[in-house]
């Protein structure tokens, strides 16, 4: 009986010890994850928390392990889709119809406000966004921001901005054709990202009649977001954690320091142009990373689409935020 108690007891603090050393193991990997953040080939002012969450250690007080990839325009919902990265920034304007088709990421975190204009040459008659009816305005694709950013405020105008009976013709030009595009007379405005619109802008060659940082129905919505592979999420919440925080804590370094901010990024070629004139246009965002207002922006983008006609009627808005947002355990709602 001594014998068979002994064996007992043998087999028992085995599997105690097994199962004490499973624990750490099955955790071990989480923790040891090296994250990759999907990056532009070339930067913009947009990225500036995840340059900044490098250069002033904001990743490494976190334990953070990452490393980056650099994408070329237009490809990151590929990469996003076979695992290549597993986190990126981007414009949510441009994932709401690769969401409602089915793009499986998580939205987490919105980042910033601005960002983007619609511009006409200097001396041109067009004084207010409702006189773009029945004008030709560019934009480099038909999903960018550029095109879905103003034909939300155009939609609020009263403006039929798709589908049959449209009252704007929408082309499509190279992202670095479309201010030649515009002095050519080849359209009437184009929709441009920062800082290029400022750099023209200073140039004196055109004049803002959009500015997603103030025009009334778009000024406090956050535009840019980190979208998340959703198994990324699943298997490695705790990493993901890590980033998000991270990225909060730059964004609101960027927000506090805009003047430093540009000249890190600038100088360190993170992003081309001038620093004086980057920083001008950082100071124009609002780098208030926050959790709930992702969900806003979220369901306001969504919501606007569907009604316009640029995703389907039959999108279930309520069900798509349910879906697609996430709070993410021990990440503050925002650090503001």
């Keep these: 009986m001594k014998k068979i108690c002994c064996i007992t007891a043998f087999f028992c603090m085995g599997f105690a010890a097994a199962w004490a050393a499973g624990k750490p193991q ?13 990056l532009p080939v070339e930067g913009g002012l947009c990225e500036a928390p995840f340059y900044i969450a490098v250069e002033k250690g904001f990743y490494e007080a976190e334990g953070l392990k990452f490393k ?11 990469h996003l889709t076979n695992g290549t990265i597993d986190v ?30 619609v511009v006409v040459k200097a001396d041109s008659p067009i004084t207010d966004p409702s006189e773009l009816r029945g004008k030709k305005i560019g934009v480099p694709s038909m999903n960018a921001s550029q095109r879905i950013i103003p034909a939300r405020v155009l939609a609020a105008r009263g403006i039929k901005v798709d589908g049959d009976g449209m009252e704007v013709e929408w082309l499509v030009f190279p992202s670095a054709e479309l201010p030649l595009a515009l002095e050519r007379g080849q359209v009437d405005a184009i929709g441009i990202g920062e800082p290029a619109s400022s750099i023209i802008e200073n ?19 956050l535009c840019c977001v980190t979208p998340v592979r959703a198994k990324t999420l699943a298997d490695h919440p705790e990493t993901v954690a890590k980033f998000l925080r991270a990225i909060q804590k730059a964004s609101k370094w960027v ?5 430093e901010a540009a000249r890190i990024i600038t100088e360190k070629r993170y992003i081309a142009g001038d620093a004086a004139v980057n920083a001008q246009v950082l100071k124009t965002y609002s780098y208030r990373a ?3 207002l992702a969900k806003t922006a979220l369901e306001r983008n969504a919501r606007d689409l569907r009604d316009i006609g640029m995703v389907g009627k039959d999108v279930d808005v309520e069900a798509l935020v349910r879906n697609i947002f996430v709070a993410v355990p021990d990440v503050p709602d925002s650090l503001f």
């Design 290 to 292: 926050s959790v709930s």
């Design 26 to 38: 099955a955790k071990g990997p989480q923790e040891d994850y090296t994250l990759t953040i999907g």
């Design 255 to 259: 927000h506090e320091n805009p003047d």
């Design 68 to 78: 980056e990839f650099k994408m070329e325009p237009g490809t990151t919902m590929n």
């Design 88 to 117: 990126t920034n981007s414009l949510l304007a441009t994932l709401i119809q690769p969401l409602t088709n089915g793009l499986d990421v998580k939205i987490p975190l919105a980042l910033h406000t601005g960002c983007l204009k």
């Design 203 to 221: 140039q004196g060659k055109v004049r803002p009649i959009i500015n997603s940082a103030t025009d009334a129905s778009l000024k406090d919505e």
